[in-house]
């Protein structure tokens, strides 16, 4: 019995030891990338003015990424993509782990309107998988480090530990909880990692981060809109699987010109970008700064940006622009849901709570993970509508030609 605890507490100080390593690694380049974004996009054209700038500035990104995947092919991986890759063979290849940092990078800081989870959740899972190879020390738990590490990367990346532990193991036929050393072990890598994280965060800088909505305030008769604006909102996320097929369709009949591709994707995005650039990038400051002007757009441009950035965010990660949907299909939610609030004259937290868990739920699937996830930048007392919103975007079926 002695042996069996003294090996449970190894394995949760080994999840925290990794925690923590994650934590400072995920630290490290979110500030980079915040750094790069602040250079290229403020610092530089408050000192130079080139005209067209925007559009020359994603043609270089597009040039970059291209390089990267005419040379190394498609990368990096997206979250299902690691996530399928290390199920099934029990590994994930560490070989070009600063390539796929580089890679994950790079979209990033010239405007994709793509999220920095999938980039690195594949280099984290790779560099747990090189641990396991060259610690053997550690013995079986050294096994169980990838998956500790996809639930720590997730969990500090959206500063959700909750959607870190149940968004890898939600889907659509099971959910099975891992056994409870494991779970010990997960919440631990997440929360030393988040303090690392913040820790560092405080005393070395971080990005702005996502906004948090203030309580919602409505009155009765104002729950009776919540119909149509889950409606509205399961409908773009509709539009958001016809932009992939169409995307992907397009991308497969350029077959394997990888720079082509970088290119036709700069070109469109700088060119969308240079008209509505806050549907550029992942969406994180974005969200804030829509939170502090929406009252300014026209109610029309409201609807219309929701669906610019879903087609931004397939246009990228199918042309070679590699990276997460999650924050900018959050991004998408929340302008549609002040779209709504504006259009029948609702509370906006309230509409943006439905619509940005409705969204997300027709496009993830995932009615928890999406709860959870949305906890991060709503307060406790909006989980009943984030909830009910997104349980019921889950049971509306998605057509077949759109599966």
């Known amino acids: 019995m002695k042996t069996t605890n003294n090996n449970g507490i190894v394995f949760i ?20 990338m915040h750094l790069l974004i602040e250079l290229l996009w403020n610092y530089i054209p408050s000192v130079v003015h080139i005209p067209g700038y ?21 990368c990096p991986d997206d979250l299902h993509q690691v996530m399928a890759k290390y199920k099934r063979d029990g590994r994930y290849p560490y070989n070009n782990v600063l390539i796929m940092l580089i890679a994950a990078l790079m979209p990033l800081i010239f405007g994709g309107a793509i999220g920095p989870e999938a980039g690195l959740t594949g280099v984290i899972v790779g560099l747990c998988c090189w641990a396991g190879d060259n610690f053997k020390y ?18 500090i990346v959206f500063r959700s530990p909750l959607f870190g532990f149940i968004e890898p193991i939600e889907n659509d036929d099971e959910f099975v909880l891992p056994k409870a050393s494991k779970t010990t072990a997960i919440f631990c890598a997440v929360l030393a990692g988040f303090g690392i994280f913040m ?3 405080k005393f070395l800088g971080l990005g702005a981060g996502m906004p948090h909505f203030e309580k919602v305030s409505i009155e009765r008769g104002e729950l009776l809109f919540a119909v149509p604006v889950l409606a509205i909102s399961v409908a773009l996320g509709y539009v958001y699987m016809i932009f992939d097929k169409l995307t992907q369709a397009a991308a497969e009949k350029l077959g394997k010109r990888y720079f082509i591709m970088a290119i036709i994707a700069a070109l469109v995005l700088g060119i969308i970008g240079t008209v509505f650039p806050i549907a550029m990038f992942s969406g994180e400051e974005e969200i804030q700064k829509l939170t502090e002007t929406y009252t300014q757009y026209p109610l029309y441009l409201l609807f219309i940006i929701p669906v610019i950035k879903v087609f931004l965010i397939n246009m990228c990660i199918r042309f070679g622009w590699r990276g997460g949907s999650f924050f900018p299909s959050i991004f998408a939610g929340v302008c549609l849901g002040y779209a709504c609030s504006a259009a029948f004259g609702i ?8 619509s940005a868990a409705a969204v997300m739920t ?3 699937r995932k009615p928890l993970a999406v709860a959870l996830l949305l906890l991060l930048c709503f307060p406790v007392s909006n ?6 919103a997104a349980f019921l975007a889950s049971i509306i079926p998605v057509p077949k030609s759109l599966k």
């Open 138 to 155: 550690a013995g079986k738990y050294m096994s169980e480090l990838p998956e500790i590490g996809i639930s720590a990367t997730l969990g």
């Open 383 to 388: 989980l009943i509508y984030i909830l009910a």
């Open 347 to 354: 509370d906006p937290v309230f509409a943006v709570s439905i």
């Open 362 to 364: 027709t496009i993830m």
């Open 13 to 32: 100080l080994l999840g925290a030891a990794a925690g923590a390593v994650i934590g400072g690694i995920i630290w490290a380049f979110m500030r980079v």
């Open 54 to 74: 925007t559009v020359l500035m994603c043609l270089l990104g597009g040039i970059v990424v291209g390089i990267i995947q005419k040379k190394y092919g498609p």
């Open 199 to 201: 820790l560092l965060g």
